[in-house]
Nanobody, 122 residues
Framework: QVQLVESGGGLVQAGGSLRLSCAAS????????MGWFRQAPGKEREFVAA????????YYADSVKGRFTISRDNAKNTVYLQMNSLKPEDTAVYYC???????????????WGQGTQVTVSS
């Protein structure tokens, strides 16, 4: 079964940290660049970070650069997002997906998963 399962979200105070995980199944995970996206209430889903299939290249939205770190473990079919110095504006549901050209999400692992809620209190 092709799917992505996100976990690790929660409620944290501003300045705190969280580590999100995304477990993939159903395809050869190591063949795909992967990314994290987020959607806040009333807003469009937006790109957060991406990592190449090998982990050698990473990309970040300007809003999270220097605070978030994306990584992957191909042996565990998992991609991570370490989030530090969290801000209230980081509050959103976070999703992972395979990414293609121009860091756009693809449906290689199916449709969007359930995501994981991150809430940052001020």
């Amino acid at each position: 079964q092709v799917q992505l399962v996100e976990s690790g979200g929660g409620l944290v105070q501003a300045g705190g940290s969280l580590r999100l995980s995304c477990a993939a199944s159903g395809r050869t995970f190591s063949s795909y660049a992967m990314g994290w996206f987020r959607q806040a209430p009333g807003k469009e889903r937006e790109f957060v970070a991406a990592i190449s299939w090998s982990g050698g290249s990473t990309y970040y939205a300007d809003s999270v650069k220097g605070r978030f770190t994306i990584s992957r473990d191909n042996a565990k079919n998992t991609v991570y997002l370490q989030m530090n110095s969290l801000k209230p504006e980081d509050t959103a549901v976070y999703y992972c997906a395979a990414v293609g050209d121009h860091l756009i999400a693809t449906s290689d692992f199916g449709s969007w998963g359930q995501g994981t809620q991150v809430t940052v209190s001020s």
